[in-house]
């Protein structure tokens, strides 16, 4: 009976179970599938200048924003216009002062123009922010047609190899830090002249939506890669509460420690050695 009660039960159960449960007995149990980790949150910062500021304030030689409402909306730092080609913008001395003072990281930026005296607006940029230290981000040049006319043959003319890498000398050896460059593919015509003398890239890219998405190496100026982009500009329209108009908004490669330890070395050539977050 109890052969043939084993051999029902065989039919009601079905080969294919016992053969499930056969395999069972002799397969490993899976290893624990580890939770996901949250993304590295990058840092944003600020850029700004006088467009930031009423008539009023820049007559006064105010800052153009108020460091402590940057601070208290999450912030990480912000970069600060000091000259447009040698005329120093009105804002800019009382928002470094500023920023010296604050938990902000900062840093200066100097819109170049090329017709005008290169040794000069990079003596003068040298002058505005002294040796960089603790919190200080290497200093920028802004490489973009200054009018609305945008990329002339006359503007592209008066730039050369030379007037771009004598400012990179001058600049690097007034403050310590390499600088960076701000500039787009659309007005960038001179190769891989920057990026081998260990300059970054600050990229303005703008996609509608506005949100933050980390650009890809098709979309950098020649002669730049992935490894040499540290930051990039995605809008123009960021709100900061208690703040005069839009600001320009910008994401920073690596996390909030991370742009405080670039501050920290002295060779600013040397980013983040694992590859960046998918934002």
Not at 102 to 117: C, K, N, T
Not at 163 to 182: A, F, H, M, Q
Not at 260 to 267: A, D
């Amino acid at each position: 009976d109890d052969g043939f009660n084993a051999h029902i039960s065989f039919g009601r159960r079905g080969a294919a179970e016992l053969l499930a449960e056969a395999v069972a007995m002799h397969v490993p149990a899976k290893a624990p599938v580890p939770a996901p980790q949250p993304p590295v949150e990058r840092a944003r910062l600020l850029d700004v200048s006088h467009h930031q500021a009423t008539a009023a304030e820049r007559a006064a030689g105010a800052a153009a924003v108020d460091v402590g409402k940057v601070a208290a909306a999450g912030f990480a730092g912000v970069v600060a216009r000091a000259l447009f080609g040698t005329r120093p913008d009105a804002t800019f001395r009382q928002t470094w002062q500023d920023l010296e003072n604050s938990e902000l990281v900062r840093g200066a930026y100097a819109f170049w123009l090329p017709d005008q005296d290169t040794e000069e607006q990079a003596k003068l940029l040298v002058e505005a922010v002294g040796k960089l230290g603790e919190g200080d981000l290497p200093c920028v040049i802004d490489i973009e047609p200054p009018t609305a006319k945008g990329v002339t043959e006359k503007w592209k003319d008066s730039i050369t190899k030379e007037n771009l890498l004598r400012w990179v000398d001058i600049v690097e050896d007034g403050t310590g830090k390499i600088p960076w460059c701000y500039t787009a593919p659309w007005c960038w015509f001179w190769g891989d002249v920057l990026a081998q003398r260990g300059v970054k890239l600050w990229l303005p890219r703008y996609r509608e939506p506005r949100r933050p998405q980390w650009p890809v190496q098709s979309e950098l100026p020649t002669g730049w890669t992935m490894e040499d982009l540290v930051m990039y500009q995605w809008t123009e329209r960021q709100v900061v509460p208690g703040e005069f108009g839009g600001v320009d908004c910008n994401v920073y490669v690596g996390s909030v420690e991370d742009l405080w330890e670039l501050t920290l070395q002295e060779s600013m050539s040397q980013l983040p050695s694992t590859p960046p977050p998918p934002c």
